[in-house]
């Protein structure tokens, strides 16, 4: 029996939020062809005329567990391992919250043939690093684990298939590591445990009152994690972890058959002799009345939600078929437009929303839920939910217009065509996950050349009219049971009549139809006479072709076949963040945030979503210390646009007083509630005190940040940007010829352009380290009382060399091994510890190795003393083998998986030309790493960790 998925992505390690899957649609007709039950067939495909992707093998052992297997070599040698286990947190009892979810956890603390505290350093040792590679998740409804495997030996997938099966079958869950294991869960549900956390499970619960989905959360009761008890445990493990409640999905470079039969090996023997419980269920919840709600902290943002619930429809109009696919894209567009209009508004400067959006969900297969969601500052989000409120009323009376509705078909028809172009390179963990996915969901996975063929028949018929009818249906009780939910900073006495209050002002609105402007042509294709080439050459180690223009452009390309029909474009020029002016700390966010909402000279961002519609293009801007970056991903038919859209956003960037409207009401939203969390407030304050208060890491006031010149940011543009230095790094599958071309009539084109960069100034690269003391730095947040946050940072004063760099990475992750063998697994006192370095190349003279934990409070002074005796040891003692050999395996396995990254390629070739170093740093990487030693890394060790200079950071509550 397939269970309903659409709980799936309600899992811990997100919160635990509701989040569920768009409805499936639904037909009017019947269904054609005579479909099987869903619960007489193994997988859904079976019971659905739609055909699934033929490179995909499923099936099902007599034991009754199932699986998918793929072959897929991109990258090659890897393979990505999941297992999903059909039970979660709804098939709990009250005395039993959080069971499935702490027992994913005693997945990782013994089994028959793994003794604890081994499961990890055994993953390690075959290159998996815990967190990336090693993971788990529970939801209301499954838990999944996941291996990334960086090889496809027989020995290696044998390997960890048998893990699995020891988490399957064979776990010890001694009393005494149950015992270690609760600080853990407790220490992660305090992490989570945070003000917008609340809202959203207060939201949860007025959403679906009645269903007590939210008495089920995954993370559980305080007083549950504490009182479980062994045999609690056995009972759910024994009666939930069965083979016909299993699926194993299994994706990498070997043969289909044969990564079938390597499953089959392992697991066609399992048996459970349990007897089986029941599929949980929730209670239906439908509202025919209109009901009001609120929740009020002054560290959240301000919303308001207006949603309709009503049944849903019988499970066959539902089913993942053709017929209802089909019938499900009117009501996809009908979002898509309305969410369009939002927006619009928004970039206009016209509307006292921040943000807004629209959409219709499933809710576990018991009701359908539409839902409008308009968030805001606070004194203007009345006036912003009416007119959000306005706007999709106007839909829902006067509809939408014929180009509106081909300008989402364009861009939904491009998202297919890119598929189809791309799927012989899908990445494997990837599709792993949509394999997954889909089978969770009741979904069939479909080819992306198939489901291009049904949409264009789809959408041959489609109409303005058929959109309007389907937003008109899903909205079909928002007069008769209106749901409104109000989420605020400041306490409203009578939030329900407030609200209702609201809506009827709102409702009291004339809605005239919408209009829609023409967006009119494209206005940067012809840029003048094609530049000429100065110089061609070829980086042969490297496979890279290096062109000069006359003009100074440098391109730099490396085609790859990593992606198929996919380009990637980074763009460097002028000069970066450390020009800034030194006593503005809010220019860099003022320049980064106008220039990415005004977009180009000729168009409005709004008109370019309208004129690139049906393209890959598109340009992210950003600034370094060095220079300003563009960047963009395309196909090989739009890279004309791609190229020109680029140069216009360097030659003709805008400064729109209109975008400063959302911007500032962006500010006041969320500029007071930085602090709410430890990590939010030690963002706010710790950069400056690493660097003794230097300009570049200083925290801007919301005064300042709301003072935005115009004219000052352009003058800074044209000063320190135009006629910069330029050169472009083009990765991926082209044609090279083609590529120089259309460079040539684009940047090529371009005047002015200097050879050499600017010189760094000595004031942006000069920040001191402060020294260090005994008595820890104290900054306090507005969040939890308990919970708080430790960090310790160690300085690194000279790191000019690559070489030590790459030895303070490796150091790092042999900290972070064994901080979490200490601090998790021995004592568990924390949920994640975290090890990491900041080594800027333009600060070679400044640096850090670092530790975060989060703790409660009282347990700060404690933990620091674990923390350094840890750290006093490797300087001392030196780094045990082992933990040097577990961090050193995945770093290794890791290096060769880059090399078939298009994005490592682009951060190696980008800068050929203009900083060579770049290319050295690529050859000396492997090398290097492969000779490091255990010795070489407790030299380092000895050389950071002096307890005199180490800075001591508590983030403390203020409450």
Known sequence: ?????????????????????????????????????????????????????????????????????????????????????????????????????????????????????????????LGLAFGPDTNASTGFDQTSYQLELPDVTDDLLSEALSIFRETAQRLTLSPDAIERERGIILAEKRARNSPAFRAQIASLKFQTEGSGLVESLPIGTVETIGSVTPEQFRTFYDAQYRPEDAFIVLVGDRPTEQLAHLIETEFADWTNDTAPVGDATLPPIRFDEPRFGAFFDPEVISSISLSTISEIAPELERRDTEANRAAGLPLYFANAMLNRRFAKKVRAGEANYTGAGTGVSDFFESAEIASLSVSGEPDKLRNGFIEAERILRQAIEHGFSQSELDEQIANARKGWEV??????????????????????????????????????????????EDVHNALREAWNNLDTAPQLYLQGDNVIEDPEAWLQALLTEARSISLPADIQTDAGTFAYTDWGPAGQIAETSTIEDIGITTVRFENGVRLNMKTTPYEEDVIRIRVRTGSGSAFYPQDEPAFGMQLGSVLGASAVGAHTADQLSTLTAGKTVGVGRGFGM???????????????????????????????????????????????????????????????????????????????????DLDALSAWYDANVRGGPLEIGVV??????????????????????????KVLPQTAINPVFPEGRLRPYRITHAGEPDTALLRLYWPVKDHKETLMDRRLNVLAQVLKLELNEVLREEEGATYSPSAFTSLPDTTPNWGYVGVSIEASPEELDRLTGVIETVTAKLATQGVVPDTFDRAMKPTLENLETSLESNNYWLGVIDEAQGRAETLDRHRTRDAAYQAMTVDDISVVAAGVFNPDAVIRVYVLPEK
């Open 626 to 708: 060095r220079s300003m970056t563009l960047s963009g991903a395309t196909v090989p038919g739009d890279l004309d646009m791609q190229l020109q859209l680029m140069t216009a956003y360097l030659t003709d960037p805008a400064y729109r007083p209109e975008t400063l409207t959302s911007y500032e009401s962006q500010i006041r939203s969320f500029w007071s509630k930085l602090d709410s969390t430890p990590g939010g407030a030690a963002s706010l304050k710790v950069p400056s005190l690493l660097s003794s208060n230097h300009w570049s890491d200083a925290h801007p006031t919301e005064t300042q940040a709301l003072n935005v």
């Open 419 to 464: 598929a189809v172009q791309t799927a012989p390179t899908r990445r494997t963990s990837s599709l792993a996950r949509q394999i997954l996915g889909r089978f969770s969901e009741e979904q069939v996975m479909t080819s992306a050349a198939s489901s291009l063929a049904r949409f264009e028949t789809s959408v041959s018929a489609l109409t303005v």
């Open 732 to 757: 991926g599958d082209f044609d090279e010829a083609r590529v120089i071309d259309l460079v040539s009539r684009t940047f090529g084109t371009l005047q002015n352009v200097d050879g050499e960069a």
């Open 1 to 125: 029996m397939i269970r309903s998925g659409f709980a799936a992505a309600l899992l811990v390690t997100t919160a635990a939020l509701i989040s569920c899957a768009p409805a499936s649609p639904q037909t009017e007709g019947e269904i054609k062809v005579a479909l099987p039950a869903v619960e007489s067939v193994d997988f859904i495909h079976q019971a659905s005329d739609l055909a699934m992707d033929e490179d995909i093998l499923y099936g099902r052992f007599p034991n009754g567990l199932r699986y998918a297997v793929m072959s897929n070599d991109t990258p090659s040698k890897t393979a990505t391992l999941l297992m999903r286990i059909d039970a979660g947190s709804l098939d709990e009892t009250d005395a039993t919250r959080g069971l499935a979810h702490f027992l994913e956890h005693m997945a990782f603390n013994g089994s028959d043939a793994i003794p604890e505290g081994e499961m990890i350093k055994r993953l390690e040792r």
